[in-house]
Nanobody, 116 residues
């Protein structure tokens, strides 16, 4: 089994920064995509950013230039550094793991609130 545990959410003022972490435990995969998705109240879950096991990254247009995703293979952890946060970034942020050819795994989510 695989467990994904997110941390780092909280309340931040507009223009502020937060760093989310997602620690994976259990089975280890060589080829995968890990990423962050978010779901705001009343909206569908959407992609924020992904990183492959080879280090390739992908970002939603709404966060390009403000968010950075990175991974630490030794710690089985993926990070999302969020800067210049806007109220529209308020959402529950979910960690996702897609091993090649296998089912997705999801974390339980961490709430990010951007408000003055």
């Amino acid at each position: 089994q695989v467990q994904l545990v997110e941390s780092g959410g909280g309340l931040v003022q507009p223009g502020g920064s937060l760093r989310l972490s997602c620690a994976a435990s259990g089975r280890i995969f060589r080829i995968y995509v890990m990423g962050w998705y978010r779901q705001a109240p009343g909206k569908q879950r959407e992609l924020v950013a992904t990183v492959t096991s080879g280090g390739r990254t992908n970002y939603a247009d709404s966060v390009k230039g403000r968010f950075t995703i990175s991974g630490d293979n030794d710690k089985n952890t993926v990070y999302l550094q969020m800067s210049s946060l806007e109220p529209e970034d308020t959402a529950v942020y979910y960690c996702n793991l897609k091993p090649l050819g296998m089912m997705d795994y999801w974390g339980k989510g961490t709430l990010v609130t951007v408000s003055s």
